[in-house]
């Protein structure tokens, strides 16, 4: 790796839509790609969610799938006080963010892009597998918003609210989207 290079690996692409499950069988049933793990995240299973410096409990819907050689992510925002309900409102269903890595890891990579001005716009505090991430606006630089994580070694994901297309969509809350 170059001395100015800040990522070295794609790890996931990620697109906020307004609903997971009608996506996750279009992904799977039109295209092939799938299958589709979706978890319900809350404030009961995730812990320090930051927006803009703020303390903002969120609940979303996040589906996982590993196909096309990198891992595609489907988040549905429940909550309206996030990046994701903003985005959504703003553009509808789309790519939201791509995860990138380093093998320097989640410190270098931040110090790098705080150095170069950027700051998290988004902290992901701890789910409840002790992930920690955080979102960097990189739009103006390269056109993306890029996602950054710190998964520890014995990370484990919440359980799977649902499975596609082992199972069909569970009935959401009336105030969804």
């Known amino acids: 790796m170059n001395e100015t290079a800040v990522f070295d690996e794609i790890a996931q692409v990620s697109i906020v839509v307004d609903d997971i499950f009608a996506f996750a069988k279009r992904y799977?049933?039109?295209?092939?790609?799938?299958?589709?793990?979706?978890?319900?995240?809350?404030?009961e299973n995730t812990s320090d969610m930051?927006?803009?410096?703020?303390?903002?409990p969120f609940e979303m819907y996040l589906g996982l799938c590993d196909s096309l050689n990198v891992q595609l992510e489907l988040i549905q925002p429940i909550s309206k006080n996030t990046t994701y309900w903003e985005f959504l409102e703003?553009?509808?269903?789309?790519?939201?963010?791509?995860?990138?890595?380093?093998?320097?890891?989640?410190?270098?990579?931040?110090?790098?892009?705080?150095?170069?001005?950027?700051?998290?716009?988004?902290?992901?505090?701890?789910d409840s597998?002790?992930?920690?991430?955080?979102?960097?606006?990189?739009?103006?630089?390269?056109?993306?918003?890029?996602?950054?994580?710190?998964?520890?070694?014995?990370?484990?994901?919440?359980?799977?609210?649902?499975?596609?297309?082992?199972?069909?969509p569970p009935v959401l809350k009336e105030d969804v989207l």
């Not at 930051?50 to 903002?56: M, Q, S, T």
């Not at 939201?96 to 505090?125: D, N, P, Q, T, W």
């Not at 998964?151 to 484990?156: L, R, S, T």
Request: with cysteine; net charge negative.
């Open 90 to 126: 703003k553009h509808g269903p789309g790519l939201h963010h791509v995860c990138m890595g380093s093998k320097e890891g989640f410190s270098s990579i931040m110090e790098k892009l705080r150095a170069r001005g950027h700051a998290e716009r988004l902290l992901g505090g701890l």
């Open 50 to 56: 930051v927006v803009r410096d703020r303390p903002e």
């Open 129 to 168: 597998g002790g992930m920690a991430f955080c979102y960097v606006d990189l739009t103006e630089d390269l056109g993306l918003i890029a996602e950054l994580v710190s998964p520890p070694a014995d990370f484990v994901s919440p359980p799977a609210a649902w499975r596609y297309p082992e199972a069909q």
């Open 28 to 43: 799977h049933d039109g295209y092939g790609i799938g299958p589709w793990v979706v978890m319900h995240f809350t404030p």
